[in-house]
């Protein structure tokens, strides 16, 4: 929504698509296996992705691009949340093509 590159991101993924790795490819990454009982320090060769969502995550995020993405969120909050900000947009965009014209 909010964030750059880099930043963290969501993802729904349902049930039955989360193991079809050939319609659905994923960025492989360590975070992408199962936590317990511990194959992500293994190191193994191969990838054995954690089931749903959880194996699609490839990184951790920088504490940095959070901390600005989370002051922005906040920021949004306090304007009224996402419907106050689109119904301002309209209203700038309005406002500029009736200068426009």
Known sequence: ????????????????????????????????????????????????AAPGAAGFACSNVNPLMVACLLASLRTLRDAGGIQAARRKSRLLTGYLELLLH
């Open 1 to 48: 929504l909010n964030a750059g590159a880099g930043c963290l991101g969501a993802i729904f993924v349902h049930s039955r698509h989360a193991a079809d790795d050939g319609a659905y490819p994923r960025l492989t990454g360590w975070w992408g296996v199962p936590h317990a009982p511990g194959p992500r320090f293994e190191m193994r060769h191969g990838f054995d």
